[in-house]
T-cell receptor, first 114, second 116 residues
C-alpha cells in the first residue's frame, strides 16, 4: 500500500538552530517526492521536489532534502531556521502522471523558540 | 509559477443550505483538478478528482450527492456542499497540475467553511 509517514507530530527548535524533519514512504514503484509548507489558514506552497537525478535536492527558503532509496526516506533539512519558518510541513509522494493522486503524510508542526 | 485561485477564502453558512466553492487555474489549463479536505491539525485527505467534461471520481467514503463537483471548463472546477451540516465545517483545498507529464501540483489558498 502507498503511504507516507511523518513520525514527528510537533517539533520545536531554537531560532538559528538546524532542523531536520523526517519522512518515510512506502510505494510500489519509483516515487516522486515533495515537501510542502502550510502557514495557518493558508494553502500549500511547494518547497522542493524530487523526480530523478541528484538525490540531494535544493528548494526555496534555504531548505534541502535528501532522497535515500535504501531507507525509503526523504528528510527535509535547513541549516539555520528563522522565526518565519514556523508552519506545518507535509511530505508527499505521487507517481509521474498529471492526473494522479498525491498522497500526503500527516504533517509536522514546527515551532520556533526565540 | 502557476497560480490556482480559490474563492471564497472563508464562508459561514446556515445548516441546511448549500455552499459553492470555486477553484480556478489562472494562467494555465487544467484537465484535472483535485479537491481535498483538511480537519484541524490533520493532513489533507483527497475527496475527489475533478475531470473536465466528465464526472468526478470520488474517493471511498465521500458522498457524491453531498459534495457535488463540476468541471465545466479547463480553468474552473466547483465544489458544492449540499445541505450543509456543522460536521461539514472544514478547510477545503483544491489543486491542479500543469499538464501531461507534470506531476507538480499547485494549490489554491483554501476555503474555510463554517456551518452554524
Amino acid at each position: 500500500a502507498q503511504s507516507v509517514t511523518q513520525p514527528d507530530i510537533h517539533i520545536t527548535v531554537s531560532e538559528g538552530a538546524s532542523l531536520e524533519l523526517r519522512c518515510n514512504y512506502s510505494y510500489g514503484a519509483t516515487p516522486y517526492l515533495f515537501w510542502y509548507v502550510q502557514s495557518p489558514g493558508q494553502g500549500l506552497q511547494l518547497l522542493l521536489k524530487y523526480f530523478s537525478g541528484d538525490t540531494l535536492v535544493q528548494g526555496i527558503k534555504g531548505f534541502e532534502a535528501e532522497f535515500k532509496r535504501s531507507q525509503s526516506s526523504f528528510n527535509l533539512r535547513k541549516p539555520s531556521v528563522h522565526w518565519s519558518d514556523a508552519a506545518e510541513y507535509f511530505c508527499a509522494v505521487g507517481p509521474y502522471s498529471s492526473a494522479s493522486k498525491i498522497i500526503f503524510g500527516s504533517g509536522t508542526r514546527l515551532s520556533i523558540r526565540p | 509559477g502557476a497560480v490556482v485561485s480559490q474563492h471564497p477564502s472563508r464562508v459561514i453558512c446556515k445548516s441546511g443550505t448549500s455552499v459553492k466553492i470555486e477553484c480556478r487555474s489562472l494562467d494555465f489549463q487544467a484537465t484535472t483538478m483535485f479537491w481535498y479536505r483538511q480537519f484541524p491539525k490533520q493532513s489533507l485527505m483527497l475527496m475527489a478528482t475533478s475531470n473536465e467534461g466528465s464526472k468526478a471520481t470520488y474517493e471511498q467514503g465521500v458522498e457524491k450527492d453531498k459534495f457535488l463537483i463540476n468541471h465545466a471548463s479547463l480553468t474552473l472546477s466547483t465544489l458544492t456542499v449540499t445541505s450543509a451540516h456543522p460536521e461539514d465545517s472544514s478547510f477545503y483545498i483544491c489543486s491542479a497540475h500543469l499538464g501531461a507529464g507534470n506531476t507538480e501540483a499547485f494549490f489554491g489558498q483554501g476555503t474555510r467553511l463554517t456551518v452554524v
